[in-house]
Structures are given as structure tokens and as C-alpha cells.
């Protein structure tokens, strides 16, 4: 996948201060040992400067290997002790036994961003994390939550062919909030369905922001916004950044398109929306779907293949009034 350029640097300058903040941290311990414990001092010193004892040795044996052989078991010796002596003056301090190793916050790369001959996950997450970030810096991802959304505002009546509104609606909330708790990879997709102003939005943003909360990368945007800024990136005389947006909305482990449906009808936009849910479903990443359409609409609408793959989701109902009035 190929995500703008700005990402990219943006996550080498993570690494970066990552790996700075964790130097430094590292000789703060070694500075605050020492000063506790002046041997730590020169038993580093020790340590440090077995490389050049090596190398004296090399040079003072003059070729006779016994002498070397026997200076370099010395230096082996004096290492072997030197690194004991600390490891036992740090368990007698109550610090564990490698408290004062290189401190790294990706033990697979050491924070260089790069595993063997490849780009190292803790990089790749990086970057599309940060792209995650950037289609959602629009977004108003963290402004509602479970905690705010009022079932009672709905009515308590009964509805023909339907059932009481207000259980109804406190069910559909039970739903979300138990898979916004309980979310994992791979999963299957919602779809919120109902007319205008009867909480969709607010739900789905409750269940991206719970996500978001237990370290998943989440996506949240509306489909009319995210489909003009694919086809501007599609058709760009510009090559870098080039379906950057489609890229991040594939890879997000939770992508919530909300308004799908009020979009420009367009087949560039079908096939984009195909594409996407199909890609997303392959993966075992979760879409969630928010529309005012019914199913007969949709069906009229994207035609059979993007409606299949709506039918596959869990469908939410929502019924009631517009709460937003209701709340004035």
C-alpha cells in the first residue's frame, strides 16, 4: 500500500525521538546508579574499553599467539566478572538485572524501523496510524460517547410490524456498545439504517471512539467527503499521494462511512465503494455503515454487488422521531 510521503517522514521522526527519549532515559539510569554506587562507574569503564585492550594486546604480542590467546582470556575474564559484579550490585538495589541494557521501544527493529530487509511493523503501524490521523483530523471522532446517548428520548409506544420503540432502540444501543467493548480482527460489519436524526451518527462515533481507545486504528468520515477525495487523488496529475486515501481507508482495522448514500451518484464512486467494502471484507477489517436508504434503495442504487456485501453486515434499525428536535 502506498500512503503519502508526509507519513512516512512523519513516522522516521517518531522513530526518531523515540529512540532519542529512550538514549536519554537510558543514561539517566546509568548517571543515577553511579552516583549511588560509584563501582558502577568503573565497572562500565571496564566494559568500555575492552575494545581497545583488544586491540593493544593484537599489537603487543607481536605475532606470538600464546601471548595473545592469553591477554585476550584475561580481557574475556575481566569482562565476564565486571558484568556479574553489576548485575549483582543492581539485584541487591531492587533493580532488575538489565536495567541499565540499551532500552528499545520495538525490541524487533531496536527503533530503527527496519526488521532484516524489510520495513519492521512497528514503522508500517506508524504510518498508518498517522495517516488514520490525518483523514481524521476533520472528523469529530471523539465528541460523543455511550455515556450521552438518551434512549429515553425515544418514544415508548408500540408500532405495527415493529414492536416498542424505545426497547427497540435500547437494544440496538446494547448492541454497539457490547461490539465497540468486545471488538476484535477479524469481525463482522454494521449497518445503521433509519431516517435522518435518529442517533446513527451518534452511535458510530461512540463505537469508533471506544475502539480508538483500545489501541485500534480507526477511520471515521462521511461516504460523500471520502469518495470526492479518492476520485480527487485518483484522477491528480500529482503521482505522490496518489489514492493515499484509499489506502489508509483500506488498511484502517475499523472504518466508519457514515451517509452512505448521500453521495453523488457516479460509477466511479460505485466501483469505489465496491472496491473498498470488498478489499476490507477479504481482510477480516470491519466496516461500519450508516444510511437513510432501504434496502430497495441501495439494490436501485450499487446494484447487486455492493448490496450483497451491505446484506452480510449486522443490520441495525432505528425508528423513532428526530431526537435532535427532541433534545431543543
Known amino acids: 500500500m502506498s500512503f503519502d510521503a508526509k507519513y512516512h517522514v512523519s513516522a522516521e521522526?517518531?522513530?526518531?525521538?523515540r529512540k532519542e527519549a529512550n538514549a536519554k532515559e537510558a543514561a539517566h539510569r546509568r548517571v543515577i546508579l553511579e552516583q549511588k554506587f560509584p563501582e558502577f562507574a568503573r565497572l562500565r569503564a571496564v566494559m568500555a574499553t575492552a575494545g581497545a585492550k583488544i586491540a593493544a594486546a593484537v599489537l603487543e604480542s607481536g605475532g606470538n599467539e600464546h601471548e595473545l590467546n592469553s591477554r585476550m582470556n584475561e580481557i574475556q575474564a575481566e569482562n565476564v566478572q565486571a558484568n556479574a559484579r553489576m548485575k549483582e550490585l543492581l539485584m541487591k538495589a531492587g533493580y532488575p538485572h538489565d536495567y541499565l541494557e540499551p532500552i528499545y521501544s520495538c525490541k524487533v527493529c531496536k527503533d530503527t524501523g527496519v526488521a532484516g530487509l524489510t520495513?519492521?511493523?512497528?514503522?508500517?503501524?506508524?504510518?498508518k496510524r498517522l495517516a488514520s490521523e490525518g483523514v481524521n483530523s476533520t472528523s469529530p471522532l471523539m465528541l460523543t460517547g455511550f455515556d450521552t446517548f438518551k434512549v429515553d428520548l425515544y418514544p415508548n409506544v408500540e408500532i405495527e410490524n415493529v414492536g416498542n420503540i424505545r426497547e427497540l432502540m435500547q437494544g440496538v444501543f446494547n448492541y454497539c456498545e457490547e461490539y465497540a467493548e468486545n471488538f476484535h480482527l477479524p469481525?463482522?460489519?454494521i449497518m445503521l439504517r433509519g431516517q435522518t436524526g435518529l442517533g446513527k451518527t451518534h452511535l458510530?462515533?461512540?463505537?469508533a471512539g471506544r475502539v480508538l481507545a483500545k489501541g485500534f486504528s480507526v477511520v471515521y468520515g462521511s461516504a460523500p467527503d471520502l469518495l470526492r477525495k479518492i476520485e480527487n487523488e485518483h484522477f491528480s496529475y500529482e503521482r505522490e499521494g496518489r489514492d493515499s486515501t484509499m489506502d489508509t481507508l483500506q488498511s484502517a482495522e475499523l472504518l466508519v462511512l457514515d451517509d452512505v448514500g448521500a453521495e453523488f451518484e457516479s460509477k466511479f464512486y460505485a466501483s469505489a465503494l465496491y472496491n473498498l467494502l470488498n478489499s476490507r471484507m477479504n481482510m477480516g477489517y470491519p466496516t461500519i455503515v450508516s444510511t437513510n436508504l432501504t434496502f430497495?434503495?441501495?439494490k436501485l442504487r450499487y446494484g447487486d454487488r455492493i448490496t450483497s456485501r451491505f446484506m452480510t453486515m449486522e443490520i441495525l434499525l432505528f425508528?423513532?422521531?428526530d431526537i435532535r428536535l427532541l433534545k431543543r
Request: hydrophobic share 30%; glycine share 12%.
Open 296 to 298: 430497495e434503495e441501495l
Open 319 to 321: 425508528h423513532g422521531k
Open 204 to 207: 458510530s462515533l461512540a463505537i
Open 187 to 189: 469481525d463482522a460489519g
Open 119 to 127: 520495513r519492521c511493523e512497528c514503522y508500517t503501524g506508524a504510518v
Open 13 to 17: 521522526n517518531e522513530l526518531k525521538r
